[in-house]
């Protein structure tokens, strides 16, 4: 059943992706997939193949993207990673948006900021955070959503508490240095979405963290389309 879904969704997929192709363009830096057919392709393979863990990130804009418009928000994107890479204890990657736009994806492990057990930050924790919300303030054209992950110790209801209230910590520490609360969202996963063997203390660590998304807005994409964003 479950190859018949995947083998299905390839098929549906690949379907809107042809019968789309007269608007679609890439890039080979920073680029999209343009329109409706782009977004359904990434979020429809993510949601089946990876049991809803693959969802699309960031806000849905609607309507077409460009890839011209993908490749100066790439250059943008970019230039912000290069600066995140630089906090300790941060692991920062490349990822993409709903809209088929470059976005960033953070990890901090819960060790880097929480004591065990706990949703405080903890001392060391707070002077990356303060790097970080510095980034921030560099791009407010951008939306961040936060998760909180723990491992499977406990029930699901305290992990899922931690989990938020770990979420909600760095929230409202980035919340108290600068950043808009009406650009954060978060939420807690529990141990729901693990990224290693919970079995193994090692496995355990690398599932006890926080990860935040920075994607583009609506302001960012707008200014992209008519050239404006430096």
Same mark, same amino acid.
């Given at each position: 059943?479950?190859?018949?879904?995947?083998?299905?969704?390839?098929?549906?997929?690949?379907?809107?992706?042809?019968?789309?192709?007269?608007?679609?363009?890439?890039?080979? =830096? !920073?680029?999209? *997939?343009?329109? %409706?057919? @782009?977004?359904?392709? &990434? #979020? /429809?393979? $993510?949601? +089946?193949?990876?049991?809803? =863990? !693959?969802?699309? *990130?960031?806000? %849905?804009? @609607?309507?077409?993207? &460009? #890839? /011209?418009? $993908?490749? +100066?928000?790439?250059?943008?994107?970019?230039?912000?990673?290069?600066?995140?890479?630089?906090?300790?204890?941060?692991?920062?990657?490349?990822?993409?948006?709903?809209?088929?736009?470059?976005?960033?994806?953070?990890?901090?492990?819960?060790?880097?900021?929480?004591?065990?057990?706990?949703?405080?930050?903890?001392?060391?924790?707070?002077?990356?955070?303060?790097?970080?919300?510095?980034?921030?303030?560099?791009?407010?054209?951008?939306?961040?959503?936060?998760?909180?992950?723990?491992?499977?110790?406990?029930?699901?209801?305290?992990?899922?508490?931690?989990?938020?209230?770990?979420?909600?910590?760095?929230?409202?520490?980035?919340?108290?240095?600068?950043?808009?609360?009406?650009?954060?969202?978060?939420?807690?996963?529990?141990?729901?979405?693990?990224?290693?063997?919970?079995?193994?203390?090692?496995?355990?660590?690398?599932?006890?963290?926080?990860?935040?998304?920075?994607?583009?807005?609506?302001?960012?994409?707008?200014?992209?389309?008519?050239?404006?964003?430096?």
């Amino acid at each position: 059943m479950k190859s018949f879904k995947v083998l299905t969704a390839l098929v549906l997929c690949s379907t809107i992706l042809l019968s789309s192709c007269s608007t679609t363009k890439n890039s080979t =830096k !920073g680029g999209v *997939i343009g329109g %409706a057919g @782009g977004a359904l392709l &990434g #979020a /429809g393979i $993510g949601a +089946l193949v990876g049991h809803g =863990k !693959g969802a699309a *990130i960031g806000a %849905a804009v @609607g309507g077409a993207v &460009g #890839a /011209g418009t $993908g490749v +100066l928000i790439g250059k943008k994107m970019d230039k912000q990673k290069a600066e995140l890479e630089k906090i300790e204890g941060a692991k920062v990657e490349t990822v993409t948006d709903v809209n088929n736009l470059q976005a960033i994806k953070v990890t901090f492990d819960s060790g880097i900021l929480f004591t065990t057990g706990k949703s405080d930050l903890n001392a060391s924790s707070k002077a990356a955070l303060l790097k970080f919300a510095a980034s921030l303030k560099e791009t407010p054209e951008t939306d961040i959503t936060i998760y909180g992950h723990t491992d499977n110790k406990g029930s699901r209801d305290l992990n899922l508490k931690l989990s938020n209230d770990r979420a909600a910590s760095v929230s409202s520490f980035l919340n108290t240095n600068g950043i808009l609360k009406e650009r954060m969202t978060t939420e807690g996963k529990a141990f729901d979405e693990p990224v290693a063997d919970n079995a193994t203390e090692a496995g355990r660590a690398q599932n006890r963290r926080v990860e935040i998304y920075i994607t583009a807005n609506k302001q960012m994409i707008d200014q992209a389309q008519q050239g404006t964003l430096k």
